[in-house]
């Protein structure tokens, strides 16, 4: 069976097809930039329909296959942007409706840890996502995913942003803060705020921007805002594995690409006895081979929709259903 996979939920429209064996035959992604400021969300659903023609036909080019070789469609049905998640939810209709394929509403944040579990040895493991818009630990729990911490204002990727346009940093400023990072030396200070299993950034933010209205350097800045922030997400996620006896730590979401972040957790994965896993760049970002995946998962389940079931939920929640496709307590594959 080869599922295409159609993900829209924000800046990035992403189309990527996968067999049953969790092969990733192709996976093309555009992402919508602003010229100037944040996303739009109306600019960002407009990108994805001029796009979706051009990018739907490199993916089946890559994979050497025709719209007829599909067996199953699969969209991000959400969390997300509106307009974004209802532009390519309309996609996915027409392709179901006119190749007389079955579709699936697939959740952005499950199909994060579902790329991962298919494509590292992790088989039950603590998901701690960081994106631009989200920043969540994530796992599995009697029968279902929950949220075991999130972030209570902005994505720990959209601070990075915030503080890199205050540096003058190109979007997406993760990668020029990562890079600035090294060459710092003190550790300012930051508020480290941490409650419960919960985070919060925006006080980190308005910190930030004033240590840099006081002439504070750009490397210790970034050295500070790194070393804090991933400090309090590498805290939340050990505490959700301790909680949960979890022996397996995954990550997803851009902000995983980060290389401090990566040792910081490895660090805390290996003191406890247990492991760390990271996909590659290509499926950690938002793309359309998680969606298409988590689509063979949950077909498989017997979870197709309906037509009339395929509206978009902005707000969809990743404890909203069952995913009865994972075995708690597996041992890494
Ligand atoms: P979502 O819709 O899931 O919130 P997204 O649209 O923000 O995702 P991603 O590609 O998953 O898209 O993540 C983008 C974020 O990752 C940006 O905020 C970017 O600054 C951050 N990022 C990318 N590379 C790095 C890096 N090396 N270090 C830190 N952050 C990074
Ligand atoms: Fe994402």
Not at 39 to 65: G, K, Q
Not at 305 to 331: S, Y
Request: proline share 5%.
């Amino acid at each position: 069976m080869r599922c295409l996979g159609l993900e829209g939920t924000a800046h990035t429209l992403g189309i990527g097809i996968v067999d049953d064996g969790g092969r990733v035959l192709a996976n093309r992604g555009e992402m919508y930039r602003p010229d100037v400021g944040g996303i739009h969300p109306r600019e960002a659903a407009n990108h994805h329909a001029d796009r979706l023609r051009p990018v739907l036909r490199a993916t089946l080019r890559e994979a050497d296959l025709q719209l007829r070789d599909l067996d199953l469609i699969a969209f991000s049905q959400g969390p997300g942007l509106g307009p974004s998640l209802r532009t390519v939810a309309t996609a996915a209709r027409a392709l179901s409706l006119s190749l007389g394929l079955p579709i699936v509403g697939v959740n952005h944040c499950i199909a994060h840890v579902e790329i991962g579990r298919a494509v590292t040895p992790a088989r039950d493991p603590v998901l701690l996502y960081l994106s631009g818009g989200n920043t969540q630990v994530i796992s599995h729990a009697r029968g279902r995913y929950r949220v075991l911490g999130e972030t209570l204002d902005i994505g720990l990727g959209n601070l990075l942003d915030k503080v890199g346009r205050t540096l003058g940093f190109p979007f997406p400023a993760g990668p020029e803060i990562e890079r600035r990072a090294r060459g710092g030396k003190e550790l300012l200070p930051l508020p480290y705020s941490v409650k419960g299993m919960d985070v919060a950034f925006s006080g980190i933010l308005t910190a930030a921007q004033a240590l840099r209205a006081k002439d504070a350097s750009v490397e210790d800045l970034c050295f500070s805002l790194q070393e804090t922030t991933f400090a309090m997400v590498t805290e939340v996620a050990e505490r959700a594995m301790a909680h949960l006896g979890k022996k397996e730590i995954l990550l997803g979401g851009g902000v995983a690409c980060n290389e401090r972040l990566r040792t910081m957790v490895g660090a805390m994965a290996k003191a406890r006895e247990t492991r760390m896993f990271v996909p590659p760049k290509t499926l950690c970002v938002d793309n359309g081979a998680m969606i298409a995946w988590t689509g063979i998962l949950m077909h498989n389940a017997g979870l197709d929709l309906a037509i009339e079931e395929t509206e978009v939920h902005q707000n969809m929640r990743t404890d909203a259903a069952e995913a009865p496709w994972v075995t708690e307590g597996a041992e890494p594959g």
